[in-house]
């Protein structure tokens, strides 16, 4: 038996270390690693499912191609091979290579992925995505007020007297972090949970705002309000530091009085948190994802980072207003947000027309040429963009979809051809992560299954085969040694960081600020925090402040009643791990969840069939009453796949975010029915 | 010093890696590790506290001496209480013995699965799988420190069995503040059904009904001096000894199960039941005399013992004194059958206060109203038969009144409570939520 150090590359804050046993290529056991100070104890129970997710009987070893009959049929690699470089050929030939659309899903990270970019520039480019279904309107919002986008390491939470967790859901998504902040709780830090749901993570709070969905933003312009009227703000911090005071605090017109019309909270209590953050600092704010994918989510954020702002919680222990911690992307040429957009990188021959926000429509709105071929690697866009029906009408014009993935997911199944994946111990790599301070180090610890190749391998094999000039520095020939020099010499150039060092134990980023902004120089235009941004007025024509901007339902969409809201949980990671079989025996059954008096008033109850709908379109799923819920909302995690009655993108309409290219994901109504 | 799990409720927010953990780790068709949820329907102004918990490995390990195959062993280095499913017949007295809901039945190899403590794990100074992947840091293995610590929930199985656990953190008292108030419209959570649910102890009320009926027929037998049918007699204890077979999970292994007889209540059970049915019929079948005098006290002694097995058991004081305990029962149809009033009306008297405080003390709304009437009802008329008429042989009269007695040892399964962690959750939080409901 064989130990390693490893680390997970998911779509997720976390990015744990943990050891694991080898015996024979296969998976024995997953350990923590206490050497991550941010991961201390190890993974989640994703991680540690692993196990099963490796050798799971259901994994796709072999290339499958689909037959006349519409099922799928086992062929060997080299035939899968030629398939492609027959289909892909033909395409580009006829009707050039833009008429490819390059599809990038979040599945894995790590430097490795750039080989893909390699390849299709040498293949001549393609269509690709512009935008990032997850955080971007928020990610900007950030860089536009400090100009980069950090915080302090996860472990300083516990130096905070008051943590507010906005939007955030810990307790499932990020649940290392509860042991930092029942840390600070345990030493006496007020945690306070704002958000429309009762969240597993307000169990272990003192205080829960529940507002109404999309009302954030008023909230807290209200209580930024309140603090300036009450004087509870850091002038000095402010005059040093920050631009745009002045024409902020004229802005505000937003009083406790109509913050509770709009947010549903009484107004004494919007002035008593309003005291909380003026007088029981250091406060950290833990703002999440959600409340930014909507129409007015990026201006959302910059109301919330007021807040922290104006009562000088940057750049100290305990303080901070912490959305993403990037500083351990060193090796990104062009970091998030900014490479999201579709002018980020003019040289490359790629053509980016096509919206994530928006793929099934803009795919169908493609024209010279028209798509004719996708190629999808770490992605689900069939199950995960806005709009289920428009992007599967989208995929169902193409002649030739190529999906790289590990199970049959709702996508795979819409393929014409799946190669399959890697899983995280097949092939070396290197990650950072947008929490913990860390770059990490992922060996290849197992043989893969069966006739699976990591994507570089693919790539590889593929260029070979269409006869592409393009040189082994940039695709490496296959193995493993090569994939470790090419790591090697792809961060060359950060001496502090060495591949060595990173086989040893995770490394703390170069230039690492572990309070972040502690030097309080800030990479804006003015060198200050911006509160009033030239640029957000430039760039995305909305107000150079943050402003709260209602939710406006036109009168087609009043007719249904109930905000959706299509949280993540803790057994997921979108639409990853759901299929596994410990994450079955180990989590509730997938439902939609009501109110108890929605419920009764439309006689449903617990483990009924339900119909949820609206003018996007419609889905049945299994109905669960919960006391968590407010009367309303209706609930459905995102990441469900079909077969167990998920797919909340059938009901979500393909919409982008106000800045930074999202999807705002959260603005739509439904009506819900029994089915008898 | 001893080891065990440490526990700080504060940290765990129910992510099931624990449980997770012990599964992939172990390859359990069961979960031995679950997580417990005070108030998991997340009621309002009521706190919600989450406990992972196993096996507890407790000093007094009440599976482990209840056991009637002595299935159950402590593992010498690490005081693991060990189960080996090879030995078990699956009948889980185990599961009513132990407060902490740890053994679980396995339906899939009909034999109950218990946590191990990973022992194999520890004797390599190892952790068990649990805790070692408890991400936050909730869940933890080592020395125990504060053995009589008060950190321990208002709902927590008395710690008289000495369980290896230790809480580091107080019981919150303070519930979740919401706000806006009442926001939540909540639904009433409140247990529609009481009672246990008894269709796996079916076997087991045949089997003790039948019991009591042949004991109390050779007594009888016995105060009139004529032997019972020849035949008859004996086809009921087989059939009772037949029944008895049906709650297992393992029925090939059942001879095993006489295999504690020095501590196991369940062990002489089936030993004393065995003994008798053997001397019963020899005596039935040859017209023994002697013998009948032998069998009618091996029978007095059986129902005793099978009313210890559930009293052994019943830390809810549930079913002491309960008017379905087969040696009221059978008291009351010797002195049925042989027609002598005055003992009749004085067990007659205790069975009846008994089903009327029942009665009184579950509420009256209750799904098993009907039953308990009814088991009143059938008490009255072979009392009035017998005292006004001074009848025992009618045979109507006789089917009422074993009925009634039937009832009354269906009712006995019904209120039999082993008081575990969830009914004491349950009860506990009925109490907390009327008191909230007063405020």
Redesign the interface.
Known sequence: MEEFLTACPRNCYST?SFRVQVENDRIL????YSGNLA???????KG??Y??RTHSPDRIIHPLIKTTSGNFKEISRNVALDVIRDKLGTIKETYGSKSILWYRGSGMSGLTNEIGYSFWKAFGGTTITYGNLCWPAGLEAVRLTFGSIKHNVPWDLENAKTIIIWGKNP??TN??E??FI?GA??KGCRIIVIDPL?T???????????TRPGTDGALALAIAKVLIDNNLIDHEFIAKYVKGFDELKQSLHISPAEAEQIT???SE?IIELALIIGENGPVTILPGYGLQRRKNGGQTIRCLLLLSVLTGNIGKSGSGFNYANLQSYIFDDLKEPLSYYPDSEKDMPFRRTISMAKLGADMLNTHNPELKAAWIERGNPILQSPDTNSVKKAFSNLRFTVVVDQFMTDTAAYADLILPAKDIFEQSDIIGSYWSPYIQFKPKVIQSPGEVLPESEIYFLLAKRLNLNVSNELIPEPGNDNIERWLEKRITGYSEVTLNQLKESPVLAPGLQQIAFEDLKFETPSGKIELYSLEAKEKWGISPLADYTGIIHTPEEEKFPFEFITPNT?SRIHSQFGNLK??G???PEPAVRI???D??NRSIITGQKIKVFNKTGELICRAE????V??GLVVLPNGIWFNEGGGVNHLIAGEETDIGYGAAFHDNRVEIERVD | MRKGFIF?H??C?????C???C???NGWTV?PRNIFTYNS????LIP?INLSLACNHCESAVCMNGCPTSAYSRETVTGAIILDELKCIGCRYCQWNCPYDAPRFDSQNKTVAKCHLCYSELIENRQPACS??????ALKFGQLTEPDSDKVFSWFPDKKLNPAIEFT?NQNH?P?????EN?????D?KPDKEGRNITTDLSLIIFTFLATISVATIISSLIKGVFPEKIFFPLILLIAGFASFFHLGKKLRSWRSVRNLRNSPLSREIAAFIVFALVASVSVIFHIPGLIIASSVIGLILLLLIDSVYIYTDRSKSVILHSGQTFISALLIVSFISGIILPFIFVAFIKLVSSVHSLYVKKLNSTNFGIRFLRIAFLFVPGISLILHNSNTDRPVIFIFLMGELLDRILFYIDFNPLNINTLIDNKLNIERDEKKRC
């Open positions: 744990c056991r997953i350990l923590p991961t201390p104890e190890g993974p989640c129970i540690l499912s196990i099963e307790a499932e649940i290392q509860i042991a029942i709780k345990e009762r597993t993570t307000a169990d272990k709070a003192d205080m829960l705002f529940n549903g909270i009484p209590n803790g410990i994450i025996e180990t989590n109110s108890p008096l419920a009764s009453i919960s006391n968590r407010p009367t | 700080n504060n940290k927010v129910n992510c099931n890696a449980s997770a953990a599964i992939l780790e979960h329907q997340a009621e309002g919600l070692s992947a408890c991400p936050t840091g953190a303070t979740l503040k919401i706000i806006p926001i939540y419209e909540e639904k959570t």
